[in-house]
């Protein structure tokens, strides 16, 4: 057959591989490892579910082997093996690979973009990082063919078919010169035990021992030995584990050699019978805030694999957590179509949101820990509050916001324990960032409140639906319910001075209600009839929703300069002098102007007036 060409994506990663990650050259045998373990867990599914698959003789194994005088090692599975569709899928182009995806989120540091690897699922191609050749040669099972994929990794692979008798896959490396010293059987060892020590299917190191006798010639002997624990740790008694073991197994199912935030693990015995482990990563998954996040969650039946592509094992908002679920109670030949309608499932998911929001409570009793937690997880997590209802208290008391008052993130909790008497609501702002809500003039008005303020972009969908917090209503500063707080006498005599300045503000395009005020120093800010978010309204528009302008409660200051002295002007100038105003304090709200060449006009033609 004649020679095929990587995908693009896919030569600039062999370049990289063999030019910029050789820093932890050593990833490889882990990779491979992972892949085999794989391979074994799909066919180990099928000969338990699958009636053509049944009468299989199957003993799960990986073997790794190493002859020294070649410079080669070899990796070796009796699992599902591949045919040729698959070895173009898996091993030829972009399909399979998420290789744009690893692309993307290089960092150039080359530590952690080599742990990257594994996550992005492109980690096979790290064998180039050691191997000058690679041939892999395998067999589906029942299948009658065998097929030879071969690639010196410089751009071309070739697919041929071959002999195999037996079915799985076997890889063979020809190591680069620089490269030998992972022909040992201590620096194998050692790396299997450092990253697969507990893959669940048994890891078999094949090696040569020299035997000597005084005065005879060197005997060798073939040895072949366990390596790894080759236990599902998850069905371990906690008893019997240590944190080290619990660290070791998160970087075999996550590829991340960071040690966790945090882990939980549960033996459920009873009504329902299941074990879960989950843990909640240092450092986010790459495609955590992408809409088709991969999840994280393997699902087990019996310890026998079914599924790591199952969104529906935890809500989305948990999408950060890693973790496996073992059920007893399911069958082994459960479906997608049946998994998303099954009761014991549901029941078990929702026990297990219960076991990872305590996990999370926990982390909240140490503030360093938490602040770093909600630093990392706390956009994602928000999404629970219009989601999961039926944990909506338990996430209140995870929310954390910044107070105005005391310049750093508080709980709603905090806050309440601070409600100034007679105050009947805890007051709080949405904007873009923290900068731009800062700069908004309607936080004058709340001098003598605490302001929450918050800047995620999920706040706007999150926060004013809440609607209160231990009987403590939720007050957006900008509506017109919680200005109604603020006391603002203004007496008949001074409204009637101004009576003019009003009328100019209401004959304004967007412009709802005019109110007097002493409580700002700025010459006017804006608020709303309801609690309405612009941020929001903008990103609607942005979406390609059909978003009507909302129109806008105006509070003037009476004491500004500035207004005293537009208040005796012309109508004609006093009206663009209250456009100019208007248009600025939006602005200033983080809103973009419809007209924006008409603001930009009557500003230009206030300062020639003014030059004049």
Same mark, same amino acid.
């Given at each position: 057959m004649a020679k095929k060409a990587f995908q693009t994506e896919i030569k600039q990663l062999l370049d990289l591989m063999i030019h910029s990650l050789y820093s932890n050259k050593e990833i490889f045998?882990?990779?491979? &490892?992972? *892949?085999?373990?794989? !391979? =074994? $867990?799909?066919?180990?599914?099928?000969?338990? /579910?699958?009636?053509?698959?049944?009468?299989?003789?199957?003993?799960?194994?990986?073997?790794?082997?190493?002859?020294?005088?070649?410079?080669?090692?070899?990796?070796?599975?009796?699992?599902?093996?591949?045919?040729?569709?698959?070895?173009?899928?898996?091993?030829?182009?972009?399909?399979?690979?998420?290789?744009?995806?690893?692309?993307?989120?290089?960092?150039?540091?080359?530590?952690?973009?080599?742990?990257?690897?594994?996550?992005?699922?492109?980690g096979f191609y790290s064998v180039f990082m050691v191997a000058?050749?690679? &041939?892999? *040669?395998?067999?589906? !099972? =029942? $299948?009658?063919?065998?097929?030879?994929?071969? /690639?010196?990794?410089?751009?071309?692979?070739?697919?041929?078919?071959?002999?195999?008798?037996?079915?799985?896959?076997?890889?063979?490396?020809?190591?680069?010169?620089?490269?030998?010293?992972?022909?040992?059987?201590?620096?194998?060892?050692?790396?299997?035990?450092?990253?697969?020590?507990?893959?669940?299917?048994?890891?078999?190191?094949?090696?040569?021992?020299?035997?000597?006798?005084?005065?005879?010639?060197?005997?060798?002997?073939?040895?072949?030995?366990?390596?790894?624990?080759?236990?599902?740790?998850?069905?371990?008694p906690k008893s019997e584990l240590k944190k080290e073991d619990y660290e070791e197994f998160f970087s075999t199912i996550s590829y991340d050699r960071e040690k966790p935030m945090s882990y939980i693990h549960t033996l459920a015995e009873g009504k329902l019978?299941?074990?879960?482990?989950?843990?909640?990563?240092?450092?986010?998954?790459?495609?955590?805030?992408?809409?088709?996040?991969?999840?994280?969650?393997?699902?087990?039946?019996?310890r026998v694999f079914i599924t790591d592509d199952d969104k529906e094992l935890l809500p989305s908002y948990l999408r950060f957590v890693h973790g496996i679920i073992d059920s007893d109670d399911l069958p082994l030949n459960v479906s997608r179509e049946i998994l998303q309608e099954n009761t014991i499932l549901e029941q078990i998911k929702s026990a297990s949101v219960k076991k990872i929001l305590s996990m999370i409570e926990t982390l909240t009793k140490d503030e360093k820990k938490y602040e770093d937690f909600y630093n990392k997880y706390g956009k994602v997590l928000k999404e629970g509050l219009y989601s999961d209802y039926a944990n909506k208290d338990k996430l209140l008391n995870f929310v954390r916001a910044y107070s105005y008052k005391n310049e750093k993130n508080i709980s709603l909790k905090d806050y309440k324990e601070?409600?100034?008497?007679?105050?009947?609501?805890?007051?709080?702002?949405?904007?873009?960032?923290?900068?731009?809500?800062?700069?908004?003039?309607?936080?004058?008005?709340?001098?003598?409140?605490?302001?929450?303020?918050?800047?995620?972009?999920?706040?706007?969908?999150?926060?004013?639906?809440?609607?209160?917090?231990?009987?403590?209503?939720?007050?957006?500063?900008?509506?017109?319910?919680?200005?109604?707080?603020?006391?603002?006498?203004?007496?008949?005599?001074?409204?009637?001075?101004?009576?003019?300045?009003?009328?100019?503000?209401?004959?304004?395009?967007?412009?709802?209600?005019?109110?007097?005020?002493?409580?700002?120093?700025?010459?006017?800010?804006?608020?709303?009839?309801?609690s309405h978010n612009n941020y929001m309204e903008q990103i609607m528009r942005q979406m390609g929703q059909n978003m009507p302008e909302s129109k806008k409660n105006v509070e003037i200051n009476i004491d500004h300069e500035l207004i005293q002295k537009i208040n005796i002007m012309e109508k004609d100038l006093r009206d663009k002098y209250c456009l100019v105003l208007f248009n600025g304090a939006k602005i200033l709200e983080g809103q973009s102007l419809k007209d924006s060449k008409g603001y930009v006009d009557s500003v230009n033609e206030l300062l020639l007036k003014n030059l004049a």
């Open positions: 045998l882990r990779e491979l &490892i992972s *892949n085999a373990s794989d !391979a =074994l $867990d799909k066919l180990n599914h099928l000969t338990l /579910s699958d009636d053509a698959y049944k009468t299989m003789e199957f003993k799960p194994k990986i073997t790794v082997s190493f002859d020294s005088d070649k410079k080669i090692i070899t990796i070796s599975d009796n699992g599902i093996g591949m045919n040729e569709e698959d070895l173009n899928n898996h091993l030829g182009t972009i399909a399979k690979s998420g290789t744009k995806s690893f692309l993307q989120s290089l960092t150039g540091d080359k530590k952690k973009d080599s742990n990257l690897i594994g996550q992005f699922g492109v000058q050749k690679v &041939i892999v *040669n395998t067999k589906k !099972a =029942l $299948d009658s063919k065998g097929w030879t994929w071969i /690639s010196s990794g410089n751009g071309e692979y070739e697919i041929l078919e071959s002999k195999k008798d037996s079915y799985g896959t076997e890889i063979t490396l020809y190591l680069k010169d620089d490269a030998k010293d992972f022909l040992s059987k201590w620096k194998l060892e050692d790396i299997i035990k450092r990253y697969s020590n507990h893959i669940q299917f048994p890891i078999f190191l094949q090696y040569v021992e020299e035997k000597k006798e005084e005065g005879k010639d060197a005997i060798k002997e073939n040895k072949e030995e366990q390596v790894n624990n080759a236990k599902a740790l998850w069905t371990l019978q299941y074990k879960s482990l989950f843990y909640i990563p240092s450092t986010p998954p790459f495609d955590m805030t992408r809409i088709d996040y991969k999840s994280h969650v393997k699902l087990y039946v019996k601070n409600l100034k008497d007679g105050q009947k609501g805890i007051f709080y702002i949405i904007g873009k960032d923290l900068d731009s809500i800062k700069n908004n003039p309607i936080l004058e008005k709340f001098k003598d409140y605490d302001v929450l303020l918050f800047a995620d972009e999920v706040d706007n969908f999150v926060i004013p639906n809440i609607g209160e917090y231990e009987g403590i209503k939720l007050l957006d500063i900008t509506s017109k319910e919680a200005n109604s707080e603020i006391q603002n006498e203004i007496s008949e005599e001074v409204k009637k001075k101004f009576e003019s300045l009003v009328e100019s503000f209401k004959g304004l395009d967007g412009v709802n209600e005019v109110n007097l005020t002493q409580s700002i120093s700025s010459p006017l800010a804006l608020t709303d009839e309801n």
